[in-house]
Structures are given as C-alpha cells and as structure tokens.
C-alpha cells in the first residue's frame, strides 16, 4: 500500500505541474490577447479556442487533485444526528458514487477515443486533432478513479480508516 500511496501523491504532484502550466499559460495568453487587440489592432487568431483547451485541463486536473486531497465539497445533511460510525459509512459511501461516475465517465471517454474519425477531427484554429484534448481529459478522469480508489482504502469505516482533513497528505 505504501507504494500506491507514492504513486498517489506522484500523479498529485504531476497534476499540480499540469495545473499550474495551464493556468499560467492561460494568463499569459488572454494578456497578450488583451494586447494584442487593443495595441496593436490586431488580435491572436487563436486565443479564444487555445484559453478554453487550456482551461479545460487546469479544471479537470484541479478536480483531480482535490479528490486526491480529500478536499471535495460536502454537504452534511445528518450532522449530529447520527453515530460518527454511520456518520464514517455514508461518506464512505458517497465516495464510492463518486468512484463509480468517475469510472463510468472514464470508460466512456476512452471507448470515445478508440473511433476513428475522433482522431481525424481538427480544431478550427489550432489545427490540432481534438483528439488530443479528449485523451488529456481522459487521463485526467482516470487519475481521478485513481486518487478516489486510494480514497476508499484510507476511509473504510470497518477499519477506522483515515479521515482527510487539511493536514493529511
């Protein structure tokens, strides 16, 4: 488990890399767009559709990385109503909704994938095969089935799993 543990916070660590790749590249581009257009009269053919691909992976790897975090939203509907061990199994469970959505949806991306006339698509300004940005989603999703794998594990309430709180890692 140790091992899958590392590889848990490698794939963070690669995320986090991705993430802030993205948004970085993201401001330098709407700023030189900003620039462009309005200095120079003449806008980045290119910038609207290269901002939202780059904006779709710093999204799906923050998304990634959270659930990596334990940092999902939740919303407690029970609250003290119920034991800290019922309390442990509901959110053990709807970690495991999450798990399957993100493994459906996973499944579906790379059945998506394998069609030919995906990877024969090209964006319109970029040129490059949507494809690409299809397959960067996807390993992102299953990153995801990943971190919220090693998730389960930690916090199974018939083992007094771990609960993740900001200081867990």
Known sequence: MTFIRFLDRLLFRLELAVSVLA???LVVL???QVICRYLLQSPLFFAEEAALVLMIVAT???FSMM??????ITIDLFGGRVSARTHAGIGWAMRLAVLGLAAAL??????YLT???????RSATLGLPRAQLYAIVTAELCFLVFHQS???VDTWPARGGRQHDEGAT
């Open 115 to 121: 069609v030919p006339w995906v990877w024969a698509e």
């Open 67 to 72: 659930v990596a975090e334990g940092r999902l």
């Open 23 to 25: 948004m970085t590249g």
């Open 106 to 111: 996973a499944a579906f991306s790379i059945r």
């Open 30 to 32: 709407l700023i030189a």
């Open 60 to 62: 799906f790897a923050g």
């Open 150 to 152: 090693v998730q389960l």
